[in-house]
């Protein structure tokens, strides 16, 4: 009787261990960081996870919620931009949000997902006028600190 109850705490402890490592070992592949309240979009919030794959790329998602029209923005603009800073201090143009579809602008939420070679150390989002621009422009909607 006694060494059943034994058997079944040991038992329960190594189960509790294996599930706590399994856990944090996935929990570390990646990094999940939040955006920075916007001054352009206060309502507006968004996460950001990036996980290393086994090809040495990066993964990049992003979910955002309560990101208004990117035209009903002083002044109006044609399209969210989401730029990467690079571990090598270079601006990349990784994609844009559109605005202009039912999808965000009933919802209010959008989901981007994106794989760079480059190691990601920030992560912004712009209204620009043009979706195919080479340079940031002013009008920071949401920005991550560097991580």
Do not use: H
Not at 58 to 79: G, H, T, V
Request: proline letters at 3%; charged letters at 20%.
């Amino acid at each position: 009787m006694k060494t059943e109850k034994v058997t079944t705490i040991i038992k329960t402890t190594l189960f509790a261990i294996t599930a706590f490592i399994i856990t944090v070992s996935f929990n570390s592949c990646s990094k999940k960081i939040a955006f920075l309240t916007s001054s352009v979009v206060p309502a507006a919030r968004g996460t950001l996870k990036i996980k290393k794959d086994n090809n040495n790329n990066y993964d990049i998602n992003i979910d955002l919620f309560n990101l208004a029209e990117s035209k009903r923005l002083e002044p109006p603009k044609q399209a969210y931009v989401i730029w990467m800073e690079t571990n090598e201090n270079l601006m990349k143009n990784i994609g844009q949000i559109s605005s202009s579809t039912g999808f965000l602008s009933q919802k209010l939420k959008a989901n981007f997902n994106t794989v760079s070679a480059a190691k990601p150390v920030r992560i912004f989002i712009t209204a620009e006028d043009d979706a195919t621009v080479q340079y940031p422009g002013m009008q920071v909607v949401l920005s991550t600190d560097r991580f």
